[in-house]
């Protein structure tokens, strides 16, 4: 069996990193949430690398210390007005609020490709 590719979720609010990780872990990928940029670059120095990171809007102006791990990210924003501070800061897309599983689904496939495994795979999420 393949491992699933890894999807690092940061956002500040629980509902939210549960909600975007169940999605993702039920289609397929391997999901890790955090609550704190300490956390995430902690993933990040792992040697296992995501292949996307989903970021709350909250965190976008941290995205610079983030983007060095080469690691594309893609932010959740509560509105449109987001969408320019976040393309600047190197993220390759913006989902505004509330996030569509069919609009999730396709960023993450576009950054990740399809999920190597269905439901019941390795899920490391805080669900």
């Not at 069996?1 to 990928?29: H, K, N």
Request: hydrophobic letters at 40%; proline letters at 6%.
């Amino acid at each position: 069996m393949t491992e699933a590719q890894l999807i690092l979720v940061l956002d500040d609010s629980p509902t939210m990193r549960a909600s975007v990780a169940f999605t993702l872990w039920a289609e397929g990928y391997h999901v890790r949430t955090v609550a704190t940029r300490q956390e995430a670059l902690a993933q990040l120095r792992r040697s296992e690398r995501p292949c996307l990171l989903v970021l709350g809007q909250s965190f976008a102006q941290r995205m610079p210390r983030l983007r060095r791990f080469g690691v594309p990210v893609v932010v959740l924003g509560a509105e449109r007005g987001g969408h320019s501070a976040a393309n600047a800061g190197g993220a390759v897309g913006v989902l505004c609020k509330p996030v569509t599983d069919t609009k999730l689904l396709a960023v993450v496939r576009r950054h990740c490709g399809p999920p190597r495994e269905q439901q019941g795979g390795s899920a490391d999420a805080n669900l």
